[in-house]
């Protein structure tokens, strides 16, 4: 147990860091830098996480692999079918761009969101929910942005040349977050109900709660036969 812990841990620190990597990649002054690190870093998280979430699940038994994995593939069928249409008919180009994509995207977001939640909770620690709240707004903003400059072009003119550089404050920020959140992960919940079994179980004095409940139970019936 104590091996499939550090392996999460250590699994998710890498993923962590590799996100990170991604996301300071967009401050690279090289558009072709930019993509090679950015690619290469999200494939190698994307194993990563595979396999720190899958040993998490194991540990705790939150089910944050299995919706991990349910997401992952799920976004990949889509693109292979939005890749398809734009195949067959090209005239789809602009749906698929505008429309399709962004839901596509919105769906795996809110599907992290939701594995860092439960991360949280499993691993009892605030920094995954504080990463999550931080990775919400990073979205929320970036769909305003572009919904504004979808309809309203001459509004965000002004701030368009600052949109790059904020982005990639708020994405390695929330990136930090997840980072220290990982570093700072200690045991598992069900690791730590294991551990108390094991010191009941060498304990002669230590007794589960179903024991005492019906210790209380029969001293409770004694006392209904003695009045």
């Known amino acids: 147990m104590k091996i499939k812990f550090s392996e999460a841990k250590t699994q998710g620190i890498v993923g962590a860091v590799c996100i990170l990597a991604a ?5 690279a002054g090289d558009w072709n830098i930019f993509w090679l690190i950015h690619i290469f870093a999200w494939l190698l998280a ?3 996480f595979n396999y720190a979430l899958a040993h998490a699940q194991d540990l705790s038994g939150a089910n944050v692999f299995n919706l991990f994995n349910n997401a992952y593939n799920g976004f990949l069928t889509a693109i292979l079918c939005l890749i398809a249409l734009y195949v067959l008919d090209e005239n789809f180009l602009d749906v698929i761009f505008y429309a399709l994509l962004p839901l596509v995207a919105f769906a795996a977001a809110v599907s992290w969101i939701a594995v860092n939640f439960k991360l949280s909770r499993a691993l009892n620690r605030v920094l995954f929910r504080v990463y999550g709240w931080a990775f919400a707004v990073n979205v929320a903003v970036n769909a305003a942005y572009y919904a504004l400059e979808a309809a309203w072009p001459s509004l965000i003119l002004p701030v368009a040349k600052f949109k790059t550089h904020v982005a990639a ?4 920020a929330a990136s930090c977050i997840l ?8 045991k598992f919940s069900n690791e730590n109900r294991v551990n108390l079994n094991e010191t009941g179980a060498n304990d002669p004095n230590f007794r589960t709660q179903d024991e005492l409940a019906t210790e209380l139970k029969f001293d409770a019936e004694q006392i209904k036969i003695n009045r």
Not at 23 to 27: F, I, P, Q, W
């Open 23 to 27: 996301n300071a990649s967009y401050l």
């Open 169 to 172: 404050s708020l994405d390695l």
């Open 179 to 186: 980072l220290a959140a990982w570093i700072s992960v200690g």
């Open 46 to 48: 994307l194993t990563s």
